[in-house]
T-cell receptor, first 111, second 112 residues
Framework: RKEVEQDPGPFNVPEGATVAFNCTYS??????FFWYRQDCRKEPKLLMSVYSSGNEDGRFTAQLNRASQYISLLIRDSKLSDSATYLC????????????FGSGTRLSIRP | DADVTQTPRNRITKTGKRIMLECSQTKGHDRMYWYRQDPGLGLRLIYYSFDVKDINKGEISDGYSVSRQAQAKFSLSLESAIPNQTALYFCATSDSTDSGQFFGPGTRLTVL
């Protein structure tokens, strides 16, 4: 089993739709969680951190479920510009070798 | 100006050649990382450094070496390049594990 697993997609949804991705992780000692966005052939960019209490940034909401060991990303009112690959990242405590990137979920928004 | 820069952006080289990829940052972060990205495999950590005197191997360090010349500079070397090192290489920085990372624009390396 991979340490961090994501559905690779692609998710193809119409503009204005709500879309959600999950990411599961295997190490229960994981401490920090993030979502990154990566456009084709570009660098990953930090989208948001994921806190135990959940967090929201505009149209984006991230949740953490420690009991079931997954994090989620919800995008509301999707825009064409949201088309990208979304990477989930799980980190242990203080050790860079425990930073694990998921392979990413591809999202395509159609007009 | 970009906070994290990488040079070169693209490089084509031949098997057996020594290659150096350079990374500079103006974010003032102590922590720097080198990753490679291959299609379908996600990013994999090659080396990381928490400060100038600290170098650590990551998941896939074989065939690579690094040098942390200053807080702002972290270079990656391929001593004798081989074709399966063809990949997209990213440098990243952070000020802690909890804060997320900032990536450079990447170097696309092709080894023939």
């Amino acid at each position: 089993r991979k340490e961090v697993e994501q559905d690779p997609g692609p998710f193809n949804v119409p503009e204005g739709a709500t879309v959600a991705f999950n990411c599961t992780y295997s190490n229960s000692a994981s401490q920090s969680f993030f979502w990154y966005r990566q456009d084709c052939r570009k660098e990953p960019k930090l989208l948001m951190s994921v806190y135990s209490s959940g967090n929201e940034d505009g149209r984006f909401t991230a949740q953490l479920n420690r009991a079931s060991q997954y994090i989620s990303l919800l995008i509301r009112d999707s825009k064409l510009s949201d088309s990208a690959t979304y990477l989930c990242v799980v980190a242990g405590y203080s050790s860079a070798s425990k930073i694990i990137f998921g392979s990413g979920t591809r999202l395509s928004i159609r007009p | 100006d970009a906070d994290v820069t990488q040079t070169p952006r693209n490089r084509i080289t031949k098997t057996g050649k020594r290659i150096m990829l350079e990374c500079s940052q103006t974010k003032g972060h102590d922590r720097m990382y080198w990753y490679r990205q291959d299609p379908g495999l996600g990013l994999r950590l090659i080396y990381y450094s928490f400060d100038v005197k600290d170098i650590n191997k990551g998941e896939i360090s074989d065939g690579y070496s690094v040098s942390r010349q200053a807080q702002a500079k972290f270079s990656l070397s391929l001593e004798s390049a081989i074709p399966n090192q063809t990949a997209l290489y990213f440098c990243a920085t952070s000020d802690s594990t909890d804060s997320g990372q900032f990536f450079g624009p990447g170097t696309r390396l092709t080894v023939l």
